[in-house]
């Protein structure tokens, strides 16, 4: 099915993502049971097993609190309540695991669109580590801008621009930003690691 869905002729064939979970997987995490069929936007992506780890609080609170029903029953039935020290948590393994990769890793965000969504993802992960809630990406760039110091405005600002342009290189400027806003995240996390 999904090899078909990439082979047609339309630009959003490529664009889908998502996983395909049990009910019992999807009502609260359980690391026995974490492995499920995933699939994520791109070209030659194919549909493969992924660790749906604790990071996966932020998707459920998301499906729980703002999920469109196509059929069946209405995701507050499916998953139970995710508490703010759930994603609080979720942040944390976050940036602790994928953000510290990049780090290690900076050639991964030579294009503008990843670069983007790092730094959007990174505005997502302060905003519930404050507020305990989860924010859309937009939504947390703009709660961002206000409360982060201001010599961070010009790289968010460039990161919103930047999703709309994916296939154009990064700014190595911007990278290096980049870089520094990860590094400055480890110190905004610090805050919290306690709490959790």
């Not at 995490?29 to 609080?57: C, F, Q």
Request: negative net charge; aromatic residues 8%; proline residues 6%.
């Amino acid at each position: 099915m999904h090899a078909r869905i990439a082979a047609l002729d339309s630009t959003w064939a490529i664009q889908l993502e998502g996983s395909y979970i049990s009910q019992h997987a999807v009502r609260r995490y359980d690391p026995e049971h974490a492995m499920h069929p995933n699939i994520e936007r791109g070209s030659g992506e194919r549909l493969k097993l992924v660790d749906h780890n604790e990071t996966w609080a932020v998707h459920r609170s998301v499906l729980r609190e703002v999920g469109i029903t196509l059929l069946g029953p209405a995701p507050g039935c499916l998953v139970d309540p995710v508490s703010a020290q759930e994603l609080r948590a979720a942040m944390l393994v976050l940036l602790n695991g994928w953000a510290k990769n990049i780090l290690e890793h900076p050639q991964t965000i030579a294009g503008r669109g990843y670069q983007s969504y790092v730094v959007l993802s990174l505005c997502r992960a302060f905003y519930t580590l404050q507020t305990g809630q989860v924010a859309s990406k937009p939504a947390a760039a703009a709660w961002a801008k206000e409360t982060l110091a201001e010599r961070w405005t010009p790289l968010i600002e460039h990161a919103r621009e930047g999703r709309h342009h994916p296939e154009r290189p990064a700014d190595p400027d911007e990278i290096r930003e980049t870089l520094k806003l990860i590094l400055y995240s480890a110190l905004f996390s610090q805050t919290y690691e306690n709490d959790i």
